[in-house]
């Protein structure tokens, strides 16, 4: 079968092509009455579009940055007029949602899905839950507890603010082109407890310093950031995988009490 829209590969695009996944996807999120706005990142052949904007109590948005999936959504779907806005989320301003909490969800290219995260995480605070589909190695990932060889630098960061569960995993040949990866299906969301207990950048800074030399102890990879006047930082005969974000939240309050 083919798309209504013919897929790009410069934008990384692998249409999906299943209304059961797209089922399973789009009942994923809880609708819990923390958010009344949901924003489709990415909703291309509107594949997910149809079953989400008809939600009842639901503000439906939709940013896509190829025009030929805003005008085919709009030639669609005429009540959307207006809410599929052609734009770059990595890039765009929000102001649109205003200061209201929003959902995220998309099935997201694969090879922005990580920068998708991250801007994510600079509205956490307004982003409730996110469910998105992700290269499943990526998936995986991000879901990866303490001590596996999948935890990194983002599984950190996007587990010190949210609760991560993977999903169910999707196979190459219900998208328009089939990827060469298997696919998975995540979903965030915010802890009750979300905000981090140090500053914000001192917790990024030892994270990122700390797995930027993963192989190393954390009394080798953080001596740029030890202050020979104090105590050593604790954990340092571990390894930065091995740690739980409050344990780098810790490490980060120590170092803020030396300023």
């Keep these: 079968m083919s ?20 089922e399973r996807i789009a009942s994923s999120l809880s609708f819990n009455g923390a958010y009344h706005q949901v924003l489709e990142i990415g909703p291309g052949t509107g594949v997910l579009t149809g079953l989400l904007f008809q ?27 207006g809410k599929i806005i052609l734009d770059d989320f990595l890039k765009a301003d929000l102001g649109f949602l205003g200061n209201a909490p929003f959902a995220a969800i998309g099935n997201f290219p694969y090879n922005i899905s990580s920068q998708i ?20 190695e990526v ?20 587990q010190a603010h949210y609760d991560i569960e993977y999903l169910f995993s999707v196979p ?10 298997q696919s998975g299906v995540i979903r965030l ?11 914000p950048e001192t917790f990024r800074r030892v994270v990122k310093t700390g797995f930027n030399q993963r192989r190393k102890t954390l009394r080798n990879s953080l ?37």
């Design 189 to 199: 969301q915010l802890k009750e407890d979300h905000q981090l207990q140090c500053r």
């Design 223 to 259: 001596k740029s950031i030890q202050n020979p006047d104090f105590a050593p930082l604790p954990y340092g005969d571990l390894r930065p995988e091995q740690l739980h974000f409050s344990q780098f939240v810790e490490m980060a309050r120590i170092i803020d009490s030396w300023k």
């Design 55 to 81: 939600h009842p109590g639901i503000s439906y948005y939709g940013m896509d940055v190829d025009e030929r999936s805003v005008a085919y959504l709009e030639a669609n779907y005429p009540e959307l007029k």
């Design 172 to 181: 190459p040949e219900v998208f328009i082109p089939p990827p060469k990866v």
């Design 117 to 136: 995260l991250f801007r994510v995480l600079d509205y956490y605070e307004r982003i409730p839950e996110v469910v998105g589909m992700f290269q499943k």
């Design 139 to 158: 998936a995986e990932r991000i879901a990866s507890p303490p001590g596996s060889r999948d935890y990194g630098i983002l599984s950190v960061f996007l």
């Design 3 to 22: 798309s209504p829209v013919k897929p790009l590969k410069a934008l990384g695009q692998h249409f999906l092509n299943s209304r059961e996944i797209a």
